[in-house]
C-alpha cells in the first residue's frame, strides 16, 4: 500500500503557500497479494480487499467471511456488489488467459512456419506431426495464412 500526495515545486518567482492550501489530495494504491498469510494484521483492509479481488473462493463463501470477520450485512444490495466485484475480479482472469491464447498462437504459427520451410511440408501435415489440439489449427490456419508481413512481426 503507497501513499502519494501533492508537493510543492517553484518554477518561477519562488512564493511559497502553506501546505494546507494546495495539499488538498491524497492517492493510496493498493496492491493486494495473490497469497496472503491470515495470520499477519488479522481482518485488516489487505485480507479484505485479498478475499474480494483474490482469494479462490465461491462467492457464498467471499460473502460469509465478510459477514463473520468484518461485520458486513448482507443486504441484497451489499450481495450484488460483492458479486459484481468476484465477476470484476474473474473478468481480468480471463481477459489475461485470452490475451496469453492470443500470444502463445502467434508463437505457434511462427515455429509452424519455419517447420513448413525446413521440412517442406503443409501447415496441416506440421500441425498434425506436432499434435496441435484440432481446435486450434482453424486459429493458426488464419495466422499463418495472413498476410506475411504480418507473419514477420
Do not use: W
Amino acid at each position: 500500500m503507497n501513499q502519494y500526495s501533492i508537493s510543492e515545486k517553484c518554477l518561477k518567482r519562488v512564493y511559497h503557500f502553506a501546505k494546507e492550501e494546495y495539499d488538498k489530495l491524497t492517492i493510496i494504491m493498493i496492491y493486494p497479494n495473490s497469497k496472503y498469510d491470515v495470520n499477519d494484521d488479522k481482518y485488516d483492509l489487505m485480507e479484505m480487499l485479498h478475499i474480494l479481488f483474490k482469494a479462490k473462493m465461491t462467492t457464498q463463501e467471499k460473502k460469509c467471511q465478510l459477514e463473520k470477520n468484518y461485520g458486513i450485512m448482507m443486504t441484497k444490495k451489499t450481495e450484488r456488489e460483492v458479486e459484481g466485484m468476484c465477476n470484476l475480479s474473474q473478468i481480468h482472469v480471463d481477459a489475461g488467459r485470452k490475451e496469453g491464447l492470443a500470444e502463445g498462437l502467434k508463437v505457434s504459427s511462427k515455429i509452424i512456419l519455419t517447420m513448413m520451410k525446413k521440412t517442406n511440408q503443409t501447415a496441416d501435415e506440421v500441425m498434425k506431426m506436432l499434435d496441435i489440439d484440432k481446435e486450434l489449427q482453424p486459429k493458426l490456419d488464419k495466422l499463418i495464412n495472413a498476410p506475411s508481413d504480418e507473419n514477420e512481426q
